[in-house]
C-alpha cells in the first residue's frame, strides 16, 4: 500500500469517528482535522478544536485514536491538538453543514463581525424569520435560537471572533 | 529577544523558566478559582437564560485553567490533576478577591448567594483576562502565545455577557444600583492584586512573557470605567494581601477542599 492509500483509508475512517456533541457530524466535516502524516506504519495527526475549552476534546482524541489504531498496518496512532492553526467556521464542509442542520443546528454565519450581532436561517425551514434566544447554549460552541415561521426552538454554531493579533 | 518555543527551550534558562513558571501559575489559578465561585451557582442564577449562560461560561473557563496546568504539565512541573486538586493554598497563585465567597450560606444547605457581587466579579475578572490574553498574545513564550490567541476568539463572548448584565443593573432600581455601586467599592478595596504579578514581575516583563504591571493596570482602569457609571474614587486596594505572594484567605481553603472532595476520597478514580 502506497501512502496515498493509506492518507485515503485514514481520511475514510476520520469521516466515522463523530463528534460526541454532534452524533453524524464528524471531525472532518467540522473541519477538526489539520493534518496527517504517516511514517511507515506510524500516524501523526494534528487536530484543531473548535472552543479550547471544550471538554470534548479528551473523548475526541480517544475516539480518533481508537479507530485509526483498528487500521491493520498502523501500529502507532498519535494525537495533537494545536492553536497554532486557528478554527474557522469556514473550516465546516458542506456536508458538514447539511448533517448539523440535519441534526437541528445551524452552521454559523458567514461573514461574521466581531462585536456584531448575528442571525442565522432555521436549519429547519430555512426561514430567516429567526430571534436569538440565549448566545449561551448547551456547549461551549453553540447559542439557543427560535423560528418564528415554523415555531421551532433551534441551537446554531457560534462563530469564533477573528482575533489575530501579531508582533 | 527571541521567541521560545517550547518548553525544552524555555528551561534552559533557569531565570526565563521561573517567571514563566510563575505566570502560569497566576493565570491558571485565577481561571480555576473563578470557575469554581461560578460552579457554586448552577442552578441559583435570577433565571433559567441566566443559569445556561453562566454555565456554560463556567465551562468554558475551566477548560482555560486546563490549557494553563497543561502547559506547567509540559514545562515539568507535575501532572494536571496533582497541579489543580493537590497544592495547599500558600502555593496558589490566584487573586485573593476572585477566591471570596459567593454570599453566606452554603452550596449545598441554604445558598444566600449575592448575585450584585457576582455581576460585579465577573466584569472585572473578564476585563482584566481580555487585557492579559491580549498582552500575552505576543508573548515570548510561542505556546502561550497561541493559547492566548485561541482562547481571545472565545473570551469576548463572555466580557459582553458581563457587561451587558453591569449595564443593565446600573440602568435599573435604586436598589439595584446600591447593591451594584456597594460591591464596587468593595472591590477596589480588595481587587488591587487581581493587576499584579508577583515577585517576579520584573522578570515577566524583561523577558516579554507579558506586559509589565503599570500597563495592564492602565488598560484595565481604561476598559472598566468605560462601562461602570460610578467608579470608586479612592485608589485600589488590597485589604486581604497578594495572592501573586502567596497570600490567601479561609475562603480559598474552603473552595479547595470542596474542590478536591471527590478527587481525595479516590485519587485513581477515572471518569
Known amino acids: 500500500m502506497n501512502d496515498e492509500q493509506k492518507h485515503e483509508e ?16 464528524s471531525v472532518v466535516d467540522l473541519g477538526m482535522v489539520h493534518e496527517v502524516t504517516i511514517d511507515q506504519s506510524k ?5 484543531v478544536p473548535t472552543f479550547a475549552g471544550c471538554p470534548a476534546l479528551d473523548f475526541i482524541e ?12 498502523v501500529e502507532d496512532c498519535l494525537v495533537a491538538f494545536s492553536f497554532q492553526k486557528k478554527w474557522s467556521t469556514d473550516a465546516i464542509t458542506d456536508e458538514g453543514k447539511e448533517q448539523l442542520k440535519k441534526h437541528g443546528v445551524s452552521p454559523p454565519p458567514e461573514n461574521y463581525r466581531p462585536g456584531e450581532e448575528w442571525s442565522v436561517n432555521c436549519p429547519y425551514c430555512g426561514s430567516a424569520f429567526t430571534s436569538m434566544e440565549n448566545v449561551f447554549g448547551p456547549t461551549a460552541c453553540r447559542s439557543i435560537l427560535y423560528c418564528g415561521s415554523c415555531k421551532n426552538p433551534f441551537e446554531a454554531m ?4 477573528n482575533y489575530s493579533i501579531v508582533y | 529577544m527571541k521567541p ?11 531565570s526565563y523558566y521561573n517567571a514563566l513558571a510563575e505566570l502560569l501559575y497566576q493565570l491558571a489559578d485565577d481561571d480555576f478559582i473563578i470557575s469554581f465561585r461560578g460552579s457554586e451557582w448552577l442552578g441559583l442564577a435570577p433565571h433559567i437564560e441566566a443559569d445556561v449562560a453562566y454555565s456554560s461560561i463556567t465551562q468554558n473557563t475551566m477548560g482555560h485553567a486546563f490549557l494553563y496546568y497543561q502547559l506547567l504539565e509540559e514545562l515539568g512541573e507535575g501532572e494536571i490533576d496533582t497541579l489543580a486538586h493537590e497544592r495547599p493554598p500558600e502555593n496558589r497563585r490566584n487573586a485573593v478577591y476572585f477566591e471570596k465567597r459567593n454570599g453566606d450560606g452554603s452550596y449545598l444547605e441554604e ?11 465577573q466584569f472585572l475578572y473578564e476585563t482584566m483576562k481580555k487585557v492579559k490574553l491580549e498582552a500575552l498574545a505576543t508573548s515570548s513564550f510561542e505556546p502561550l502565545a497561541n493559547t492566548a490567541q485561541k482562547v481571545l476568539m472565545e473570551q469576548p463572548y463572555h466580557l459582553a455577557h458581563w457587561k451587558m448584565w453591569i449595564a443593565q443593573l446600573q440602568e435599573s432600581t435604586e436598589e ?9 467599592e468593595e472591590a477596589w478595596k480588595e481587587c488591587k492584586d487581581v493587576l499584579e504579578l508577583g515577585p517576579k514581575a520584573k522578570e515577566m516583563e524583561q523577558y516579554r512573557l507579558i506586559a509589565g504591571e503599570d500597563f495592564l493596570k492602565k488598560q484595565w ?12 474614587s479612592q485608589p485600589l486596594d488590597k485589604k486581604f494581601g497578594s495572592g501573586r505572594d502567596g497570600e490567601h484567605t479561609v475562603d480559598l481553603e474552603q473552595a479547595l477542599q470542596t474542590l478536591a472532595e471527590v478527587y481525595d476520597s479516590d485519587r485513581n478514580a477515572v471518569w
Open chain 1, 10 to 25: 485514514i481520511h475514510a475512517i476520520l469521516k466515522t469517528v463523530d463528534d460526541p456533541e454532534l452524533p453524524s457530524v
Open chain 1, 62 to 73: 480517544k475516539n480518533v485514536k481508537s479507530a485509526v489504531g483498528n487500521i491493520d498496518w
Open chain 1, 43 to 47: 500516524v501523526s495527526i494534528t487536530m
Open chain 1, 158 to 161: 457560534k462563530p469564533v471572533v
Open chain 2, 221 to 232: 482602569l481604561k476598559e472598566v470605567e468605560a462601562t461602570i457609571k460610578t467608579p470608586p
Open chain 2, 176 to 184: 439595584a444600583q446600591t447593591k451594584i455601586q456597594l460591591r464596587l
Open chain 2, 4 to 14: 521560545v518555543e517550547t518548553a525544552d527551550q524555555a528551561k534552559q534558562d533557569t
Open chain 2, 111 to 121: 445558598p444566600y448567594y449575592d448575585w450584585a457581587l457576582t455581576v460585579v466579579r
